[in-house]
């Protein structure tokens, strides 16, 4: 079986996967991007958190919004967030009364809250679709003219108010749910932040995925690298793929690209890994029955353990010094990763792996 | 100490420090016999050994050839609870694997047999079935997945199965509907003895800070393993001594057999695992421990200990999901020199006028299967000594929604829920649930916890009924956030109902959320395997939306 060629192999189609394939390509790289479904992107509640802030800004597309006050549910304000959705309300843009919209069947969603900690006034709608849970509310905004009939109704009671905050269950499908209420009511409408696999975390994820260009040739399936003097990939079900460059975006262990079984191991390429506290764990440990997990997650969230790299964005061998291979790069969770790290992070270091590995193949 | 205290009506008969079984239990017992009661709980009701141990109505079988007497009263009392709480109680089957050939396992089997024979003989005082005696065939054929290697036979008996923080919860709610005051989150700080007799204690709210005194004719001292602690409150140090026993469990997300079954662990010592309501209990340690029980560790041995000993029958336990361990320090009573298994789980109480204390007892060991008869004769002792003389009625008045078990389906047709969601609140409230939905309306019956299911009424009524204070407190009375997904779904939206019940900010309404959240992690983290390690990256995601890890 002949093996497929490619520039940059990126494994992973998280955020730190899409922004290394990304930044391969736009230095003029031939990328292709193996992909699983699931991974810590797709549990963005919508809301953008992160250290680094420079790739955000240089690719902001119109589909993240820089930074403002949010509303979550449980009414309490983010104050220095990044929105992914232009649905979201930056709370701190509204000068004058909030409209804030009653949901009575949700739990969570309690509007005389949101109301009370904002200064808003609580507005009830008619025909709001009766569900128990944001999606299933979200599905029906989705239907051509429930979003807008239910705008008609919130009309007069929005009077003299400078801006409407719904629910987050503004389309599941559509993005445009907000703007079409807001074209009905003339007023800006904005959504909370629901929690994680709510409607505007899985329109966020989607926004996420549509940075990937075009032009990037995308497989999915399992990855396993080789070790050797060559970057070989089996991918399964499709075969192997012989690269100039690899990019591990695989995720922590959120995403899978870290498992703990007794041990903690990078499963893709086998090499390894560390804690914030830059201790290797996946050698031996001193204990015969398995290692203690508490040892290593108590110093934080349990994310944060990963492979380590060197200043060119290399995976480095347990003697922390050499790399493992000139071709081997690595991005996002898989690597550690410091506490409060977020997608911003991914982003940021699925640019600088995609960038170094567009060198090394290029220079290969 | 000279303290100034104006000469009226005390404040109550009787001040309970403590919120167990045995605090609850008392105070119920001596409000039905029409003593005025106020309790003080330092944590919340059933924060220690009541909430967290193997949750049996067990007829003490251990005690069969020692001291059958204690046998026949607990088999009584087991049955009793059944009459005041019938919607509480399950049957939990339990099988005892013999494993070996040849003539010693013949030994050990009828070994077995002869002795739950006798046993038998209690079991009609709690409904209990007669055992029986299993091939090895028939034993596998009754726990599917048991170990069949070198299995050579098996006894079954019948127990039942309780949750002691909705037993405490249920005593205390009915001590308070007859009148008395229950108050969590309260410290005892000092217990007041003037001239060789007690007089009440100073007490301070943990959550507000506000110190008060409540004067009383007689204290108890019913605090479990803390009660060494609060005797010295009175200056009685070293008067009081138990033996704290640290038990852990191991928490799976759904009973992976429906009947328990006991095994001996590494070191010999009998563990067990046992279905219970919708979860599965490994258990059960028991170390001496000299931790600060507030605060109790579960570390990853323990936790290797409980799945080692019971992969050895059921080794599928190995591919179970756990979602958390319970740990507790047992108030054994004390003596030096025998193996924490050895001890005696007897209870005793102790009357302080020899210690210049008159009007002051402590309540020592005790397990929650004979709460209910420790409770009465504990309020035999302090209700005779005050002048009543009402006699006991706990084993006959059902405690609060006990009177009638309505039936599942029923229920979930008339409040549009699911029969699961109806039979969960049932076994929780009994009869009570129809009023907690009707007042609910709508809103009410939405569901907040799925895995339990919780619905929004119940929190509501854990706050506004049961006095909930915290969202940790919401957890203990419902069950909330204890399955797999670990409050990630839940604390947010039982955090909103509770602020509003409560007078929350939304700052504390996302920080009670994020610190339920933490606890459950905590209590998971010595148990992690595969696919907890996975998930844990969602309960990050989840905390960071409420402002833990990140503060940028």
């Known amino acids: 079986m002949s093996a497929t060629e490619t520039g940059v192999l990126v494994i992973g189609g998280g955020a730190a996967g899409i922004a290394a394939a990304r930044a391969a390509h736009e230095a003029g790289a031939t990328v292709t991007l193996v992909t699983l479904p699931g991974g810590a992107t797709t549990q963005t509640a919508g809301l953008v958190w992160g250290l680094s802030r420079d790739v955000f800004r240089q690719w902001n597309d119109g589909a993240f919004r820089e930074g403002g006050r949010y509303v979550t549910v449980g009414a309490w304000m983010h104050t220095t967030a990044f929105a992914a959705l232009p649905s979201l309300l930056d709370v701190s843009s509204v000068t004058g009364t909030l409209a804030v919209v009653d949901l009575p069947t949700h739990p969570s969603w309690s509007a005389r809250l949101v109301a009370n900690t904002l200064g808003g006034r609580v507005v009830s709608a008619k025909d709001l679709p009766v569900s128990e849970t944001f999606r299933e509310a979200a599905v029906k905004f989705d239907t051509a003219g429930v979003a807008e009939g239910i705008a008609a109704s919130l009309k007069s009671a929005c009077e003299g108010c400078a801006a409407v905050l719904m629910p987050p269950v503004l389309g599941l499908r559509h993005d445009d749910v907000a703007a079409r209420m807001a074209a009905v009511l003339g007023l800006p409408v904005g959504e909370a932040v629901g929690a994680v696999g709510d409607p505007p975390g899985v329109r966020a994820a989607r926004a996420v995925r549509r940075w990937l260009p075009a032009a990037v040739t995308v497989l999915e399936g399992r990855a396993t690298v080789a070790k050797g003097g060559r970057a070989t990939v089996d991918v399964e079900g499709v075969g192997t793929v012989r690269a100039k460059a690899v990019v591990l975006a695989t995720g922590g262990l959120a995403g899978g690209g870290i498992v703990f079984d007794r041990a903690l191991r990078e499963v893709t390429a086998n090499v390894p890994v560390w804690t914030r506290t830059r201790a290797c764990v996946s050698a031996p440990s001193g204990a015969s029955r398995g290692a203690d997990p508490t040892a290593w997650f108590a110093e934080g969230s349990p994310d944060g353990v990963g492979v380590r790299l060197d200043a060119s964005q290399r995976v480095i061998d347990a003697d922390g010094a050499t790399a493992v291979a000139r071709w081997l790069f690595a991005a996002g969770d898989v690597t550690v990763t410091p506490a409060g790290a977020g997608l911003l992070d991914a982003l940021a270091s699925g640019r600088r792996a995609g960038e170094a590995a567009a060198r090394e193949a290029g220079g290969g | ?552």
């Open chain 2, 1 to 552: 100490m000279a303290i100034d205290l104006p000469a009226r009506r005390p404040d109550c008969d009787v001040l309970i420090l403590g919120g167990g079984v045995n605090g609850t239990g008392l105070a119920r017992d001596l409000t039905l016999r029409g003593l005025r009661v106020i309790l003080v709980e330092r944590n919340d009701l059933a924060f220690g050994a009541s909430g967290n141990s193997s949750g049996m109505i067990h007829g003490g079988p251990r005690y069969l050839t020692t001291h059958p007497e204690v046998t026949r009263s607990s088999c009584l009392d087991s049955g009793y609870i059944q009459r005041i709480a019938p919607h509480m109680i399950f049957r939990i089957p339990f099988l005892m694997p013999v494993y070996g050939r040849g003539a010693k396992a013949q030994v050990m089997l009828d070994a077995y047999d002869a002795f739950f024979a006798v046993y038998d003989q209690y079991q009609p005082l709690k409904r209990g079935r007669r055992h029986t005696r299993l091939t090895a065939d028939e034993a596998v054929q009754a726990v599917p997945g048991l170990n069949p290697h070198n299995l050579f036979g098996a006894v079954t008996l019948d127990e039942w199965g309780i949750n002691g923080a909705r037993l405490c919860n249920a005593n205390a709610l009915d001590a308070r509907e007859r009148g008395a005051t229950i108050l969590v989150h309260t410290t005892a700080e000092e217990v007041l003895v003037e001239h060789g007799a007690v007089v009440g204690a100073r007490v301070r709210d943990l959550l507000t800070g506000v110190a008060s005194t409540y004067t009383a004719r007689a204290v108890v001292n019913a605090t479990g393993a803390w009660s060494p602690i609060t005797a010295a409150l009175s200056g009685l140090e070293g008067r009081v001594k138990v033996r704290p026993g640290k038990g852990i469990h191991v928490v799976l997300d759904r009973p992976i057999t429906d009947v328990g079954v006991m095994c001996n662990a590494i070191d010999g010592r009998q563990i067990f695992i046992e279905p219970w309501g919708n979860t599965c209990l490994l258990g059960t340690t028991d170390d001496d421990t000299y931790a600060n029980l507030d605060d109790l560790p579960v570390t990853t041995d323990e936790v290797r200990y409980l799945v080692e000993g019971i992969e050895t029958v059921l080794p599928r336990v190995r591919e179970a999901r756990i979602v958390g361990t319970t740990v507790a320090a047992r108030p054994t009573l004390y003596a030096y020199g025998p193996t924490e298994d050895a001890l005696s789980r007897e209870h005793e109480i102790v009357d302080h006028t020899a210690h210049g204390a008159s009007g002051l007892y402590s309540l020592l060991g005790g397990k929650l299967a004979s709460y209910r008869l420790f409770a009465e004769e504990a309020a035999d002792v302090v209700a005779r000594a005050l002048g009543f003389t009402a006699r006991c009625s706990t084993h006959t008045t059902p405690l609060p929604g006990g009177d009638r078990v309505p039936e599942p389906e029923m229920l979930a047709a008339r409040f549009r829920i699911t029969p699961y969601a109806a039979a969960r609140l049932i076994t929780r409230h009994g009869s009570r649930a129809e009023a907690m939905l009707s007042d609910g309306g709508r809103r009410g019956a939405v569901t907040v916890c799925t895995t339990e299911p919780v619905l929004a009424c119940e929190v509501r009524y854990a706050v506004r009924v049961e006095g909930a204070r915290t969202l940790a407190d919401v957890s203990r009375r419902t069950n909330l956030a204890m399955g797999p997904c670990g409050g990630v779904e839940c604390a947010l939206a039982a955090a909103v109902i509770a602020g509003e019940e409560l007078g929350w900010t939304a700052a504390e309404v996302r920080a009670q959320a994020a610190s339920l959240i933490e606890a459950r992690r905590r209590s998971r983290l010595p148990a992690i395997g595969v696919d907890q390690a996975r998930a844990e990256g969602a309960v990050d995601a989840t905390l960071r939306g409420l402002g833990r890890a990140v503060m940028a």
